[in-house]
């Protein structure tokens, strides 16, 4: 089991929300994250340092 961090963000890219957990693996992991992020911009899953994936909306600086 890995500790990963799930960042709910905003169409700003603010995170509006944040979840540390245990999972068994990056799949676990990003069906949790696509439950999290339901309704929102977007969701970022990390496994340490590593960005797993980004789910949802593009990343944007404007």
């Known amino acids: 089991m890995n500790e990963y961090r ?3 963000l905003s169409h ?3 995170v ?3 979840l ?3 999972f068994a693996n990056d799949n ?3 069906q949790r994250a696509e ?3 339901a309704g929102q911009y977007a969701a970022e899953v990390y496994d340490g340092e590593r960005l ?3 789910l949802g909306g ?3 600086l404007d």
């Open 6 to 8: 799930i960042y709910v």
């Open 12 to 14: 700003d890219e603010r």
């Open 16 to 18: 509006t929300a944040e």
């Open 20 to 22: 540390e957990a245990l």
């Open 28 to 30: 676990a992991a990003l």
């Open 35 to 37: 439950d999290a992020y």
């Open 52 to 54: 797993v994936a980004r």
């Open 58 to 60: 593009p990343f944007r």
